[in-house]
């Protein structure tokens, strides 16, 4: 089974400011027939299911705000909000669909500072 | 715009069957380009995928619950189904449906979108 791992566990940002999350996995998620990784990123804020932010490791989910972005291949992956917004507090969290089971990163918890 | 909706017991005795329904509204559960999808999330947790299913009925399970889970899907209703024997307080958690969307052809996995608003079910006598 592949092992997602996310680092940090939680973080604390400036309104405005860089978060980075980052994203590892046990074995390699990269497709090389389609030259695609195979890693989706999600938010999920209190009471509500997680949503699809990035697809692909890199594509953004239509509607999602282009602060928002993807980078990464092979086994390391990062989240980047490159400006962070109140509205973006929220548990964030990495999934693999190359093999299965599918898998989910413990997730990284993210606050205003 | 699809919609799902998780419907059933929110309270289970321990060593029942927790039986919960997934309704799909705004599509059609015969699309050949998604999974149906069962995740779960204990409280204060992180995110279990339990396992998926096909129109047609082909399953996926997660091999660590496998021996206790049966997905079904009923197209003439658009609703799919989950079912998990034998169950203990470690199953008390927020079961989420979801459709999987598949990227190529090829793929038998996917990411998940859109989610339903998840059902608590916690197992307790």
């Known amino acids: 089974d592949i092992v997602m791992t996310q680092s940090p566990d939680s973080l604390a940002v400036s309104l405005g400011e860089r978060a980075t999350i980052n994203c590892k996995s046990s074995?390699?998620?990269?497709?090389?027939?389609?030259?695609?990784?195979?890693l989706a990123w999600y938010q999920q804020k209190p009471g509500q299911p997680p949503k699809v932010l990035l697809y692909w490791a890199s594509t953004r989910q239509s509607g999602v705000p282009d602060r928002f972005s993807g980078s990464g291949s092979g086994t390391d992956f990062t989240l980047t909000i490159s400006s962070l917004q109140a509205e973006d507090v929220a548990v964030y969290y990495c999934?693999?669909?190359?093999?299965?089971?599918?898998?989910f990163g413990q997730g990284t918890k993210v606050d205003i500072k | 715009q699809l919609q799902l909706q998780e419907s059933g017991p929110g309270l289970v005795k321990p060593s029942e069957t927790l039986s919960l329904s997934c309704s799909v509204s705004?599509?059609?559960?015969?699309?050949?380009?998604?999974?149906w999808a069962w995740m779960r999330q204990p409280p204060g947790k992180g995110l279990e995928w339990i396992g998926s299913?096909?129109?047609?009925?082909?399953?996926y399970y997660n091999p660590s619950l496998s021996s206790r889970v049966t997905i079904s899907v009923d197209t003439s209703t658009n609703q799919f189904s989950l079912r998990l024997s034998s169950v203990t307080a470690a199953d008390t958690a927020v079961y989420f449906c979801a459709s999987e969307i598949l990227g190529y052809y090829y793929d038998t996995l996917g990411r998940f979108d859109p989610w339903g608003q998840g059902i608590l079910v916690v197992v307790s006598s």
């Open positions: 999934q693999q669909y190359y093999s299965s089971p599918q898998s």
């Open positions: 074995q390699n998620i990269l497709y090389s027939s389609n030259n695609k990784n195979y």
């Open positions: 705004g599509g059609s559960i015969s699309s050949s380009s998604h999974h």
């Open positions: 299913i096909y129109y047609r009925g082909d399953t």
